[in-house]
Each structure stands twice: as C-alpha cells, then as structure tokens.
C-alpha cells in the first residue's frame, strides 16, 4: 500500500521530488520468498481512494544490493526495522527509516498490522501511510532527505 501512494503523491513533493523518488518498491524483511499478491482488503482500501494496484505486482523479499540501490529504505513496523539494521552495512544505516517517524507525535511508532482483523483496519493503515508520505513529502521540501 505504501508504495503505491508515495508513487501516488511523489509528484506533489516539489522540485525535484519526482526524479528523486523515480524509483519506489515494496519489499519486505522477512517476506515469503514466494512472490505472493496484494491482499484483497488491502486492494479494496486502495481503490477506495481511487488508487489502482497494479494486477501484476507481487511481493518480494529485501535483497542486499536494495541497501545500495535504494537512497531511503522505509519500514513500516520497528521489528522490521530491526530486521533491516541487521541486514544493513553499518556505513548505510542512516538509509533506514520507519515511515512514521515523519508524522509529528507518531515519531518511534508502529503501523499496526491489519492483516488479522477487519477488512476496516486496511483503511485505517491506509490513512497513517497517507500521513506518512505526506510527512515525507514536507521533510523532502524542507531538504532533510540528503537531496542531492
């Protein structure tokens, strides 16, 4: 879900923004090695805010070279953080990131996981990634991302 509104919102960051965020992928830390599907609430909840998921995405594990590639690596809960700077050469550590920490007052917390409730929790989650990236957006205008 993420992925898909950073893509959604990146032109809105300003100058600069849509080059610098030209490249946006979901993976996960400790993702089933079998590339799976969206969930089909987290889908629902996309299209909802009439964003489209891409029928042909999959998920996909976090790869060594992605510490490299990527200039910002952006977990959602703080154990996949921990995952991550496990993961992670200590030399590009200053990469990873949960993605509330852009939200003022949201700083060190967690995206709860709405895989094991109600089809509502999907939306929920939704609206804190909006705050999120919107978060981030701000923190790209304000030239705190290492702007090249």
């Known amino acids: 879900m993420a992925e898909l509104v950073l893509k959604a919102r990146r032109s809105g960051f300003g100058s600069g923004a849509q080059e610098a965020f030209n490249s946006v992928q979901s993976a996960g830390a400790q993702a089933d090695p079998r590339a799976q599907r969206i969930d089909a609430r987290a889908a629902a909840a996309l299209l909802r805010q009439q964003l489209t998921p891409d029928k042909k995405w999959r998920s996909r594990r976090v790869q060594p070279e992605d510490f490299e590639q990527f200039d910002l690596l ?3 809960e703080s154990h996949n953080l921990l995952d991550l ?3 992670c050469p200590p030399e590009l550590q200053s990469k990873l990131k949960l993605l509330l920490d ?4 949201f700083e060190g917390r ?3 996981d709405p895989y094991f409730g109600p089809a509502a929790g999907f939306d929920h989650v939704l609206a804190l990634i909006e705050r ?3 978060g981030l957006g701000e923190a790209w205008r ?3 991302l290492g702007q090249r």
């Open 142 to 144: 304000r030239g705190e």
């Open 110 to 112: 967690d995206l709860p």
């Open 102 to 105: 852009f939200v003022p007052g």
């Open 85 to 87: 700077k496990r993961q």
């Open 74 to 76: 952006l977990a959602m």
């Open 132 to 134: 999120g990236v919107a």
